[in-house]
């Protein structure tokens, strides 16, 4: 039988589609061409994660000086006479302890005097403000390593004649954590705004898609570091963070076995949940020197 020149052609390919090797070649080029773009992402995630994690805002020593009167906050330095952070002492003396404040990623010292004027309305507890390397007028680069020996640098160098408290903010709750796990019992009471149980797991949930928890350097796992720490806990959290999502402040909250307390704030996102009044403060305080 003779088959039709047509039918023999009909056979071969139809219109509008691809013999079945190049589909699998086209396919092979889609797929080795998506696994690059993985791998830069990957690669470019490993490269630059500190630039995702730190924005230090950068003044000049005067800048820093002029912001610093207007928030009544002078210098903290060490004994060398360098740069570590402000402080604002309590207009009730003496104290009956005092406050290391360890603020968030975009923020600074001077930017967090409104702790001091806060704590200051409800209590007689100097304050003192770390200020991370690379952040503000301060030398250096800021990183889990080089934050975490400041806040050791700033520890030691309170005063020891009364009580020392801890106030984190978002990454500095990692801080805080860190301080109160290796210095338990330089630590009477700790409070911590939008805080983590780990860095690596809030990375993670904005970077889904990427190996973030095999990438990152910078993990600053609070969970661990508060282990060894018996004191008072207070965790708030906001409802609407959708920076730090509360989740991960209650699973700190949750895995801390030492007398704690959780404020819940429904409708308060990350920057306004650390904006508490004074009966928030005077609650705080209250909390501490109940444990």
Known sequence: MVWPVCDIIGSVSQPGTLPKPTKRRHLRRVLIFVGVIYLLMCLGCALWQRRLIYFPPVFTAQQADVMAADAKLERWRNAACEYIGMKRMSPTQPAAGRVLMSYGNGSCAIGSGRYADAIQQVAPLDVYILEYPGYADRPGAPSQESIFRAADEGLQLLPTNSP??????????????????????????????????????????????LPVKLILVDRFPSEDYLRNYHGPVGILVGGQDTVVPEKFGRRLYDGYNGPKRLWEFPQAGHGSVTERNADDWRNIVDFWRQH
């Open 164 to 209: 020392t408290y801890l106030v984190g903010e978002s990454l500095g709750t990692g801080a805080a954590c860190y301080l109160a796990g290796t210095h338990p019992d330089e630590v009477a009471g700790i409070v911590l705004f939008a805080p983590y149980n780990r860095l690596a797991d809030v990375a993670q949930y904005h970077m889904w898609l």
